[in-house]
Structure formats: structure tokens, C-alpha cells
């Protein structure tokens, strides 16, 4: 059974670097691509990016400039950083892992509460 | 970025009740739409891909159809734990992969 399991800090202050890990227990890592999508009240889920096990990214244009998605295979992990953190980056952030041909996320994480406040 | 606006964002059911939401996208997506479950406190659950293809071991009740830019989920017959909202999410080659904001399916 594939289980994605995730863990980040959850309570940042505005301008500090959001980090998220997601660790792909039991499945191929090489044969998917592996996913960050978030969930806020005001903005309703916002898919954030995506990676492959070579690499290859994926970013929302929206938040490009501020984000890096990085995978360690070594380790089945794949994470997420998001850069100058503010209240409108407090959600629910998924990690997720998604079909190369179409991009429908079918395994996901737990889900952490990340909140921004000073 | 395709934009995605699902109908009704509210709907008012009863068990047994046949029922339909309405995703259209703001340009063409082929068939490249996936629909989910969500309940409260949790993540997303795959119901549907590549618009029409039932994941697996989702009940058979549920079924999508569409392609272009109209999609539309179906409940043949509602369950108690059916109750729950749904989202669209387009995958077209053109990211951001959006979502729709939701349809709130609710006892009647």
C-alpha cells in the first residue's frame, strides 16, 4: 500500500522560508511525478508544483519566484520550499504523487496546517 | 490560466437521489479533467480521470463524461457518504494545473 508521509514546520513569521518533506513509503519512485498542492479558505486548492525522479520541474506561475520543489531518491522524499513566506501562504499544504501521463494526484499526504503570523 | 467554473457551488440532495455537477473550463482541455472528493479534515480522493476513466476502487454510482471545455460528474444514486464537496481539476499541458472552486453536496 503506498502511503505518503509529511512533515514541515507549522507556524512561520512573516518573510521566513516555508519547508515541507514528503516520504514515499512502498511503490516506483521513477515512474511518476511527485506533487505539492495547497488548500486555503480564500483561494480554494492551488496546485503549487511538481517534480520527476530525474528532476524536472513544474511550477504555478503564480508562485515560481518563490518556490523550489527538490527530490533526494536516495531517500523516496521529494520537498517543497517556498520563499518570503506572508498571511496570504497560510493553508493546508499537500504532497501528493501523480500519473506522468495525466497529472491526477490519486496518492496524498496527511495534509499540515502551515500558518503565517507575526 | 485556464480558469474553471463548476455549478451549482451548492446542492441540495436526498439519499437515492440522481445527481450531476457541471465543470467548464475557459479554454480547451481535450479531456485532460479529473474529479475529486473531499471531506472535512481530509485530503482530496480521486474519483475520475482523463475526464470519464473511474479510479480504482471508487463505486461504480460515480461517472464523468465531457471533453473540450464541459465536463460533468454524475451520482446515479446518493449515498450516505457521498455527501461531501467535489472538485474539478484540469491537467491540459497548459499549467498551473487548476481547480474549480468546488460543489458543496449537502442533505436535503
Known amino acids: 500500500q503506498v502511503q505518503l508521509q509529511q512533515w514541515g514546520a507549522g507556524l512561520l513569521k512573516p518573510s521566513e522560508t516555508l519547508s515541507l518533506t514528503c516520504a514515499v513509503y512502498?511503490?516506483?519512485?521513477?515512474?511518476?511525478?511527485w506533487t505539492w498542492i495547497r488548500q486555503s479558505p480564500g483561494k480554494g486548492l492551488e496546485w503549487i508544483g511538481e517534480?520527476?525522479?530525474?528532476?524536472?520541474?513544474n511550477y504555478n506561475p503564480s508562485l515560481k519566484s518563490r518556490v523550489t520543489v527538490y527530490v533526494d531518491t536516495s531517500k523516496n522524499q521529494f520537498s517543497l520550499k517556498l520563499t518570503s513566506v506572508t498571511a496570504a501562504d497560510t493553508a493546508v499544504y499537500y504532497c501528493?504523487?501523480?500519473?506522468?501521463?495525466?497529472?491526477?494526484?490519486?496518492?496524498w499526504g496527511q495534509g499540515t496546517l502551515v500558518t503565517v503570523s507575526s | 490560466d485556464i480558469q474553471m467554473t463548476q455549478s451549482p457551488s451548492t446542492l441540495s440532495a436526498s439519499v437515492g437521489d440522481r445527481v450531476t455537477i457541471t465543470c467548464r473550463a475557459s479554454q480547451n482541455i481535450s479531456s485532460w479533467l479529473g474529479w475529486y472528493q473531499q471531506k472535512p479534515g481530509k485530503a482530496p480522493n480521486l474519483l475520475i480521470y482523463?475526464?470519464?476513466s473511474l479510479e480504482n476502487g471508487v463505486p461504480s454510482r460515480f461517472s464523468g463524461s465531457g471533453s473540450g471545455t464541459e465536463f460533468t460528474l454524475t451520482i446515479s444514486s446518493l449515498q450516505t457518504d457521498d455527501f461531501a464537496t467535489y472538485y474539478c481539476?484540469?491537467?491540459?499541458?497548459?499549467?498551473?494545473?487548476?481547480f474549480g472552486q468546488g460543489t458543496r453536496v449537502e442533505i436535503k
Open positions: 501528493a504523487r501523480s500519473r506522468i501521463v495525466d497529472r491526477s494526484p490519486y496518492y
Open positions: 482523463r475526464s470519464s
Open positions: 517534480i520527476n525522479h530525474t528532476g524536472r520541474t
Open positions: 481539476q484540469q491537467y491540459s499541458s497548459s499549467s498551473p494545473y487548476t
Open positions: 512502498s511503490g516506483s519512485f521513477s515512474d511518476y511525478y
